[in-house]
């Protein structure tokens, strides 16, 4: 078996430990907003293949680094060691952790990932130059990794560029990547372990390739499991019905069938992000606004019967059904089925009378149903949703969703309106008899997936989605 060992290491309160709770998926070490919370090194498993394991070893972070690089530098004399094993020890626990740290990094590691403040500027971040002193004395290949780059789904480029030109004249570094603990996403953690790959030679780089292909088959796994829910959840609405009672309902009784409508809504819902947030190794639940509005909910029949469409089957509405076409813009409902027969056929001549004959040879009872509006509104809201909890780091605590990025609307619903017609078709398609919905689920799935890894892609050229 060959193992593959990466380092964390930062200076304290950087986000080292909240970036390795990111990549395990576990709890580990403590985060709290203060320094030297990690008081010794922990080694955690990260992946197994083919007989090869990567770990990721979490080191205490970095502290006074000017008296740190004084006595890594006198470690090899006695009064380095007695400084050591004995002063620092007793007087100094953080110092002496984190002299412990880095010896085992020197023995151990086979590549340093070096985790930065990218708030702040190299400049500004002064104990920088003097921790690159201290990589250099470990010796190991290092990938610094930019912390705290912004929100997710906000363009970190111009701060990668601004670390990179300062860290260039450090041989010690080979590369410079953008990889926020708090708001990565998945595919950017595959783009890490490549960019390691490249750091290797020989037997340790065939193992990290094996390592990196299982690490990105395993998030690939909760991709795809995250899309077949969400297509799941989108066809059992689109072929969601709540039949009215009678050929006459109340105001009452449709207000009653909409809210049952609705209320199944939520509860599958709920069950698609519990399913969601945990395969992405996260606790906590989203928050449901399912914006239930009237408008969004039509009855079978829609296409022959709602005015606002002006499709009033070719012919003038006389006084006497204009109170009920006052009720159907006013609630956005439009009714078919055996309603025509009672209140509408006699104000309908010719063409008209015609046209509703065969829409009541269908034989349609009057049913609530969702509208095609609505459907495309929750496809964005879905995706949304995704995106947020795919780039939650796991360090952040609970899950709670925040407001999706300015970009990310932007980009959810241009590609979606680049696909409209296929999604037009599956709503199509859960109106007919014939529209089970597995099928449509099988076909929604399909371009869920392209649309969101177009998204994905777009938005992480590197990535190999």
């Not at 403590?30 to 010794?40: C, K, N, R």
Request: with cysteine; net charge negative.
């Amino acid at each position: 078996m060959t193992k593959v060992t990466l380092s964390l290491i930062s200076h304290t309160n950087v986000g080292k430990t909240t970036l390795a709770r990111t990549l395990t998926r576990r709890d580990v070490g403590e985060v709290f907003d203060q320094a030297h919370v990690t008081e010794i090194s922990e080694a955690y498993s990260l992946v197994r293949a083919a007989g090869n394991e990567l770990f990721l070893w979490d080191t205490p972070g970095l502290g006074d680094t000017v008296r740190l690089v004084r006595r890594l530098k006198k470690s090899g004399n006695p009064i380095g060691w007695f400084l050591h094993q004995v002063w620092d020890r007793s007087l100094d626990r953080p110092l002496w952790c984190s002299q412990e740290a880095l010896r085992n990094v020197r023995e151990d590691a086979d590549c340093v990932l070096y985790v930065v403040n990218a708030a702040e500027t190299p400049e500004d971040a002064g104990y920088v130059a003097f921790e690159l002193e201290i990589l250099a004395w470990i010796g190991r290949p290092t990938l610094v990794v930019l912390n705290q780059t912004g929100a997710a789904g906000e363009s970190s480029e111009h701060i990668e560029e601004e670390w990179r030109a300062f860290l260039d004249r450090h041989d010690i570094v080979r590369d410079v990547l953008s990889l926020d603990a708090f708001g990565r996403c998945w595919v950017q953690e595959d783009v890490l372990f490549h960019r390691v790959v490249a750091l290797f030679d020989g037997e340790k780089k065939e193992a990290m390739l094996v390592l990196a292909q299982m690490w990105h088959s395993e998030n690939l796994g909760v991709f795809e499991r995250s899309m077949e829910l969400i297509a799941d959840e989108l066809a059992a609405t689109a072929t969601d019905r709540e039949a009215l009672p009678g050929v006459f309902p109340s105001a009452t009784q449709k207000q009653e069938a909409m809210e049952t409508l609705g209320k199944r809504l939520d509860v599958r819902e709920e069950r698609l992000w519990d399913a969601v947030i945990n395969a992405h190794g996260l606790e906590g639940k989203s928050a449901l606004e399912a914006k239930q509005n009237i408008d969004a909910y039509v009855v079978m029949g829609e296409e022959a019967m709602t005015p606002k469409k002006g499709a009033i089957l070719g012919s003038m509405v006389s006084g006497a059904i204009g109170g009920l076409t006052a009720d159907i813009m006013s609630g956005g409902l439009s009714f078919g089925g055996g309603l025509l027969a009672g209140t509408i056929l006699g104000a309908f001549g010719g063409a008209g009378l015609s046209h509703a004959m065969r829409f009541l040879k269908t034989g349609e009872e009057p049913a609530v149903s969702w509208s095609s509006e609505f459907l495309d509104g929750l496809t964005e809201r879905l995706i949304l949703r995704y995106l947020a909890i795919a780039h939650f780091g796991r360090g952040r605590g609970v899950f709670e969703e925040d407001s999706a990025p300015t970009g990310w609307t932007h980009s959810v619903r241009a590609t979606l309106a680049a696909r409209k017609p296929r999604f037009a078709s599956h709503w199509s398609e859960a109106g007919l008899p014939q529209g089970t919905q597995r099928r449509i689920a099988q076909g929604l799935g399909k371009d869920v997936t392209k649309a969101v890894a177009s998204i994905l892609n777009h938005a992480y050229p590197e990535s190999r989605l």
